[in-house]
C-alpha cells in the first residue's frame, strides 16, 4: 500500500471524518478545529449528523496540512492563501519593490 494520502483515496463520493482522518493522517479534532478556522472548508452532514467530507474537501484538508505542516504557514496565513489573498498581497510587494528600485534609477540616471 501506498504511503501518499492522494494514492490510497478511492472514487468515493464522501468520506466520514474517520476515513479523512486515516487518509490525512490527521486526528479528527483537528479537522473540527480546521472546519472553524477555514470556512471553504465545509462538510455536508447526513441524516445522522455525521460528517460527510466530498472529494474537493478532502483534497482542501490535504492543501491545508501542506501549507501548515510542510510550507510553515500559520492559521492565519494558510486562510489568506487558501483565500487566494495570500498571492495578491505577495504580489503587491513585488510590485512595490520594483517601483521602488525604478524611482532610484531614474534619480541616478539624472
Known sequence: MSSNPQQQQSNKL?????????LSGLEQYVLRYWESEF??????KGKSGQRLYSKKDLDMVL????????????????RK???GKGDRDALVAVVETAKKELRELL????
Open 14 to 22: 464522501f468520506y466520514r471524518i474517520g476515513e479523512v482522518s486515516r
Open 39 to 44: 470556512p471553504q472548508l465545509h462538510p455536508n
Open 63 to 78: 492543501k491545508i496540512k501542506q501549507l501548515l505542516y510542510k510550507e510553515g504557514y500559520t492559521i492565519s496565513g494558510a
Open 81 to 83: 492563501k487558501m483565500n
Open 107 to 110: 534619480e541616478i540616471l539624472k
